[in-house]
């Protein structure tokens, strides 16, 4: 496997690590997807449960996803069509009078803000660790749409540490998000798993620049949910990146944005105000200046940090050593 260079930390990070949106995966459906090294499907059962699972069946290795059906509670192998539970387990062979004890290997999942988290871990098949909190977002203050707010970048060249760091990297939002002036580094909290960074920042818009503040929140190095508050606007960006290989990553973004008390829900991003509508889309877009960077840098192990750099990566990098196995 290929290592990114001078990355320090070998295999993938453990944590919720967010695998799609949950209307992707459709009732009786079976999707494929390939993570963390490993060859997957994801199914939701007729009453709408969402499995992960290995995409190989026990029985003799067949795909799961290619030709294989959802029956009830189960999943169906189109090679010999052993059936599965959600659990894993063997539920019927057509032409055998009893069922085998053994499993097909299945992997925890959980649904919150429309986001399917996958657990990931080198030492744990149970979670240790709640998934991103970001149940709050569904109230009807927020706005989401399906289409406009979110954005996929498939195979991306990084390792998700290099995105968490992003969070306590206050020059860089000057020069490559062009803030009016660099980020400063409000208050930094650490509680186990999740890592706090409230930073002052400084907002471009079309009146000129506005001060506002950002919280966030990093759920292990995979998941950051940001809350920004500037002038009357509210944007949530929970930014997500998620391991293929150890060099490749796909990443996701999902804004939501606080409504102001006179605006109804609308039902698509295309009935908001316009200055609403470019608001979602800056915040996407901004999501995307860091892109070229990440693809063609090195990781430096040993960087040279200065004045408010110092504090912020020097936190962050020791925090996130509790994430891998070497
Ligand atoms: S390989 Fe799946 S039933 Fe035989
Ligand atoms: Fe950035």
Request: aromatic fraction near 12%; glycine fraction near 8%.
């Amino acid at each position: 496997m290929t290592q990114f260079p001078g990355f320090p930390h070998r295999g993938f990070p453990e944590g919720w690590f967010s695998v799609g949106w949950s209307d992707e995966f459709k009732s009786g459906a079976i999707e494929y997807r390939r993570y963390f090294g490993i060859d997957l499907v994801l199914f939701r059962t007729e009453s709408g449960r969402l499995v992960a699972s290995s995409a190989y069946c026990p029985h003799m290795g067949a795909r799961l996803d290619v030709g294989g059906k959802i029956s009830g509670e189960c999943i169906t192998c189109p090679f010999h069509r052993w059936q599965w539970t959600a659990d894993g387990d063997n539920a019927n062979i057509p032409y055998a009078d009893k069922t085998v004890n053994a499993k097909l290997r299945t992997y925890p999942v959980k649904e919150s803000a429309g986001i399917v988290w996958f657990w990931n871990s080198w030492r744990s098949e149970e979670p240790t660790s709640d998934a991103p909190d970001c149940d709050f977002v569904m109230s009807e203050e927020y706005f989401h749409d399906p289409v406009a707010s979110r954005r996929l970048w498939s195979n991306v060249r990084l390792v998700p540490q290099m995105v968490a760091e992003n969070i306590v990297d206050g020059p860089h939002t000057e020069f490559v998000h062009l803030a009016d002036e660099g980020a400063h580094i409000a208050n930094i909290e650490i509680d186990g798993t999740v890592f706090l960074s409230e930073l002052d920042q400084t907002y471009r818009s079309g009146k000129g620049p506005i001060k506002g503040k950002s919280f966030n929140y990093s759920y292990g190095v995979g998941t950051q949910l940001s809350k920004m508050q500037f002038g009357d606007y509210r944007v949530v960006n929970i930014l997500s990146t998620t391991p293929i290989e150890e060099d490749r990553c796909d990443m996701r973004a999902t804004i939501f944005i606080g409504l102001p008390v006179e605006i109804e829900q609308p039902r698509s991003a295309a009935y908001l105000p316009p200055k609403l509508q470019k608001l979602i889309k800056s915040h996407l877009d901004s999501q995307e200046q860091d892109l070229p960077i990440w693809e063609t840098m090195i990781y430096e192990p040993k960087p040279l940090l200065v004045g408010e750099e110092i504090r912020g990566h020097v936190k962050m990098r020791k925090w996130a050593k509790q994430f891998y196995e070497a």
